[in-house]
């Protein structure tokens, strides 16, 4: 589905696969964006997180869980909310 969104939109794509962990992060902050299309619901879309905070511009569906929350909608906001996590999951699941 990536690729044919890309083709009729003519977009330049490219396929990655394989890198390591800090080569994926170099290669996605040196792209334009992401195209992100699952098949089914991806509950924790780390990539797409990382992505957005690498500034990519992003052509997701509806699978992707968090695309339409307050705290997605912006780089910032995204650390902000990443930053808070440890506190509320302490703050609320622990004690």
Known sequence: KCILY???NNLDFEIISGLLYHE???????SRGL??????????????IEAKLLG???IL???????DED????????????????KAFWDNYVG
């Not at 569906?61 to 695309?67: S, T």
Request: aromatic share 12%.
């Open 24 to 30: 994926l992060l170099i290669k996605m902050s040196t």
């Open 71 to 86: 705290w997605f909608n912006s780089a910032a906001s995204c650390y902000s909310y990443l930053h808070s996590r440890p």
């Open 56 to 58: 990519c511009e992003l």
């Open 6 to 8: 890309a083709e009729e």
């Open 35 to 48: 195209i992100f299309l699952p098949l089914d619901y991806d509950t924790c879309p780390r990539l797409v």
């Open 61 to 67: 569906n509806d699978h992707v869980q968090h695309k």
